[in-house]
């Protein structure tokens, strides 16, 4: 009816005509794309530029850069930093940890704090909590419990009780 008043459909019959092919086409996009209208989000994610081959062999190095060099324990480290160090850019390497990882890149960085931290905890446990936490790669206490109680269900000071 708004086409008929401003006039870009000369005559009446046409509107219902028009309306019938725009839902038709609207139902024949809902159809092909019902995933936009389902909870089930795609089982695999296919980045457009990586294969999965290559995209487990940067997964791989990435595990070993932090793992060799602990670059977790710094606590300024980014993805662009990361991404830097891999020449890789900062979403394909967030697409590799969010794929490979099967988390977001503060919770896979923290993983590795977290089991830092446990390391330190068990070997020095006469340690401060807030002296462990910097070491560990931590800027402060407060993120520091938060994520270790996440990761191991206990805070910091149960853990270290146990």
């Known amino acids: 009816y708004a086409l008929i008043f401003l006039k870009i459909i000369p005559v009446y019959s046409l509107g219902p005509v028009t309306f019938s092919i725009t839902i038709f086409i609207l139902l024949y996009i809902a159809l092909n794309h019902h995933h936009l209208f389902t909870n089930k989000k795609p089982t695999k994610a296919i980045h457009p530029r990586m294969s999965e081959q290559e995209g487990r062999a940067h997964f791989s190095s990435l595990k070993s850069l932090l793992e060799k060099e602990q670059l977790y324990k710094q606590a300024d480290l980014s993805l662009s930093a990361l991404g830097l160090r ?8 967030s697409f590799i940890i ?15 704090r977290i089991e830092e931290a446990k390391r330190l905890i068990e070997e020095n446990s006469s340690e401060k909590l807030i002296v462990i936490a910097h070491e560990a790669g931590f800027n402060n206490l407060s993120t520091f419990n938060k994520a270790f109680k996440s990761v191991t269900g206990l805070t910091p000071s149960e853990y270290k009780k146990k």
Do not use: A, T
Not at 98 to 112: L, R
């Open 98 to 112: 969010n794929s490979y990882g099967k988390c977001n890149f503060s919770q896979f960085v923290n993983g590795y």
């Open 86 to 93: 891999m020449d890789l850019l900062e979403r394909d390497i």
